[in-house]
């Protein structure tokens, strides 16, 4: 393998090593020439947990750090991220009350934010249902997500948001409230309108442009490492093969490179991207 003269970075994906292909998939990454990953924690029904309180959310996150260890030994550095799914509002309705699920959910932030605040993790993830839910439940999860900006706020870190399409600009002023600068709001699966940073997905078309434009944006693949759901998203050597794929074709340059997976991700986070 020739080692790559610049980091790599996939800002979303998640590793499963109990239903998915787990350390297989980093490898994968690794051997495309990526060199750092933002391990995503996975939904808490994925795993098998079912929250009745905040700090039930642990055994999710301790699950994230285990595999966050795991592909360390790969060579590639893990950047942790946790957080609850904003899509966990409709299963916990299912069996309690809206009030009650959202505590349970703010609690799970609350737990996430020791993490944090303990150096275990870089930053926190929420956002609100990307798919349509009547206003009681839009507005439950916004005080989810608010409660979640306080967070970032309060330890200093980003906020990675999985929210609806579109460009979430009242997002904007959510974050203001809370003193959180809103280049440290994440909008996963991202696209170039939105005011929020955009994490855009590797195929994006836009990239080529944005990066011309020098605009801030980092590169996911979203991969869900899930062998159930195969298809869902691109695979896990995205990011690399996408960047290396522009590099090549003249689409973007080395520096480029070194913007989209050191220079912005430094910014966004607070971390110090470099090459082992
Ligand atoms: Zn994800």
Redesign the pocket.
């Known amino acids: 393998m020739i080692s790559p003269r610049f980091p790599i970075t996939d800002d979303?994906i998640?590793i499963d090593p109990v239903n998915g292909r787990g350390i297989e998939a980093a490898k994968d990454f690794l051997r495309a020439g990526g060199t750092h990953i933002f391990l995503?924690s996975k939904p808490s029904w994925s795993l098998d947990v079912h929250p009745a309180c905040g700090s039930d959310y642990a055994r999710v996150f301790d699950e994230t750090l285990r595999v966050a260890d795991l592909v360390t030994e790969t060579g590639l550095i893990v950047y942790p991220v946790l957080g609850v799914h904003p899509a966990e509002i409709s299963r916990l309705a299912e069996r309690m009350s809206l009030a009650e699920a959202v505590t349970v959910m703010q609690g799970g932030l609350d737990c996430a934010a020791r993490y944090v605040k303990e150096g275990r993790a870089v930053a926190l993830k929420s956002g609100r249902p990307h798919y349509e839910v009547d206003e009681n439940v839009a507005a439950a999860s916004n005080a989810v997500l608010a409660h979640a900006l306080a967070l970032a706020g309060e330890c200093r870190c980003a906020l990675q948001i999985?929210s609806e399409t579109g460009p979430c600009a009242d997002i904007v002023d959510m974050a203001r409230t809370a003193g959180v600068p809103v280049d440290r709001v994440v909008k996963?699966y991202g696209s170039p309108e939105t005011p929020l940073h955009p994490s855009l997905i590797a195929k994006h078309e836009a990239i080529p442009a944005l990066a011309r434009e020098h605009r801030a944006f980092t590169m996911e693949s979203?991969f869900?490492d899930e062998n159930s759901r195969p298809g869902a998203v691109i695979g896990p050597k995205s990011v690399p093969r996408f960047t290396k794929k522009l590099l090549e074709s003249g689409q973007i340059t080395t520096e480029d490179c070194f913007r989209i997976h050191a220079e912005t991700v430094e910014r966004v986070y607070g971390v110090t991207v470099t090459l082992l």
């Open positions: 979303h998640h995503v999985h996963h979203d869900m």
